[in-house]
T-cell receptor
Framework: ETGVTQSPTHLIKTRGQQVTLRCSSQ?????VSWYQQALGQGPQFIFQYYREEENGRGNFPPRFSGLQFPNYSSELNVNALELDDSALYLC????????????FGEGSWLTVV | RKEVEQDPGPFNVPEGATVAFNCTYSNSASQSFFWYRQDCRKEPKLLMS???SGNEDGRFTAQLNRASQYISLLIRDSKLSDSATYLCVVSGGYQKVTFGIGTKLQVIP
């Protein structure tokens, strides 16, 4: 167990809807990163949050947004869902001074129909 | 060219065999390297870090070659439980962690 928890674990949404995914980081970890993993692919970096601010972003459109809260938990929001957004969304936490080692939650499986 | 390249496999090997995976990376400024293991429909889990001096953890040996920009993972005496996808991970700092596509290993009885 990594201590990183995500919710919900599975969900189905309709194209055009909005979704919010949640993540609680491991105790002592102040940095949260989000990844998208499509079937048969490696995880793709979406963005990272540190001290409640976005601290780096991958090649994802603005309809992917996030938040980090004072307790270091985080949300990923995706607006105007598209079929290609169907994927496993992984949250990973790390310590700022050891950001190279990341620990994943079990992920949220999103299916867009 | 992809930042991190791996052969997706699958590698089908008999129990007890030795199998090796390689991974190449394009950014010579990359700082840290890892192997993660991912079971089917599960999250990736850290298997081991990779150092230039090489490091070993039981049946697993990882090696980094900075000059040629590749890392390797060697698994000796393969077990059925080793069947999984092995993800090569390259980090250029806390903001830049890049995963390979993963190499699928199937150990056959």
């Amino acid at each position: 167990e990594t201590g990183v928890t995500q919710s919900p674990t599975h969900l189905i949404k309709t194209r055009g809807q909005q979704v919010t995914l949640r993540c609680s980081s491991q105790s002592g970890h102040n940095t949260v990163s989000w990844y998208q993993q499509a079937l048969g692919q490696g995880p793709q970096f979406i963005f990272q949050y540190y001290r409640e601010e976005e601290n780096g972003r991958g090649n994802f459109p603005p309809r992917f947004s996030g938040l980090q809260f004072p307790n270091y938990s985080s949300e990923l929001n995706v607006n105007a869902l598209e079929l290609d957004d169907s994927a496993l969304y992984l949250c990973a936490s790390s310590r700022r001074d050891d950001g190279n080692t990341i620990y994943f939650g079990e992920g949220s499986w999103l299916t867009v129909v | 060219r992809k930042e991190v390249e791996q052969d997706p496999g699958p590698f089908n090997v008999p129990e007890g065999a030795t199998v090796a995976f390689n991974c190449t990376y394009s950014n010579s400024a990359s700082q840290s390297f890892f192997w993660y293991r991912q079971d089917c429909r599960k999250e990736p889990k850290l298997l081991m870090s990779v150092y230039s001096s090489g490091n070993e953890d039981g049946r697993f040996t990882a090696q980094l070659n900075r000059a040629s920009q590749y890392i390797s993972l060697l698994i000796r005496d393969s077990k059925l439980s080793d069947s999984a996808t092995y993800l090569c991970v390259v980090s250029g700092g806390y903001q830049k962690v890049t995963f390979g596509i993963g190499t699928k290993l199937q150990v056959i009885p």
